[in-house]
T-cell receptor
Framework: KQEVTQIPAALSVPEGENLVLNCSFT??????LQWFRQDPGKGLTSLLL?????REQTSGRLNASLDKSSGRSTLYIAASQPGDSATYLC????????????????FGQGTILTVHP | NAGVMQNPRHLVRRRGQEARLRCSPM?????VYWYRQLPEEGLKFMVY????????ESGMPKERFSAEFPKEGPSILRIQQVVRGDSAAYFC????????????FGQGTRLTVV
């Protein structure tokens, strides 16, 4: 059974710092890995998606890496801003029968990020 | 192209009542997934549906919960005889085909059972 763990559970940093959020998963047979952002009381916003054959993806100040063999992913946020404050969720899509998959995601518990001015 | 639409956004039910949560997928998407986020817990998969078919309901509680995705209209997650423990945020995601690579989520319905 796939399990996803995110460390740290919470992180508080001053504005401008570069930071790293960690995600680990127990079953390396994943189809892809996705990082989401969730604001309080709101839905999920997809930030980055990394296919199993990729090593990293970048979008603006965000960079996500994937090491499938070790079951790890990191989300790097450069020059953090107060607007980055949110819960960051990591989710993996598991390979199904025949090597294909569908949209069933297994989520981590999330990292609550607070960036203070 | 509107995103995944869920309604209502907030729903309050008394214990023993029924809750009906609706999800309209993105235009052109025929696959729907429901997830539940209990307080202080992560999101958990509940059920995966295609039009008129339940494909995977491995995360659905055995009793009181049901889901459908009719040929016409939104997907419905139905909870009968709600209890306090059903209070949670329920999220819907949709995808265009079986071979998807990305999940698009709605804003969620927050169910409170009083």
């Amino acid at each position: 059974k796939q399990e996803v763990t995110q460390i740290p559970a919470a992180l508080s940093v001053p504005e401008g710092e570069n930071l790293v959020l960690n995600c680990s998963f127990t079953d390396s047979a994943i189809y892809n890995l996705q990082w989401f952002r969730q604001d309080p009381g709101k839905g999920l916003t997809s930030l980055l998606l990394i296919q199993s054959s990729q090593r990293e993806q970048t979008s603006g100040r965000l960079n996500a890496s994937l090491d499938k063999s070790s079951g790890r992913s990191t989300l790097y946020i450069a020059a953090s801003q107060p607007g980055d404050s949110a819960t960051y969720l990591c989710a993996v899509m598991v390979v199904g029968a025949g090597g294909t998959s569908y949209g069933k995601l297994t989520f981590g518990q999330g990292t609550i990020l607070t960036v203070h001015p | 192209n509107a995103g995944v639409m869920q309604n209502p956004r907030h729903l309050v039910r008394r214990r023993g009542q029924e809750a009906r949560l609706r999800c309209s997928p993105m235009k052109g998407h025929s696959h729907v997934y429901w997830y539940r986020q209990l307080p202080e817990e992560g999101l958990k998969f509940m059920v995966y549906l295609q039009k008129e078919n339940i494909i995977d309901e491995s995360g659905m509680p055995k009793e009181r919960f049901s889901a459908e995705f009719p040929k016409e209209g939104p997907s419905i997650l139905r909870i009968q005889q709600v209890v306090r423990g059903d209070s949670a945020a329920y999220f819907c995601a949709s995808s265009p085909s079986y071979r998807i690579t990305e999940a698009f989520f709605g804003q969620g319905t927050r169910l409170t059972v009083v």
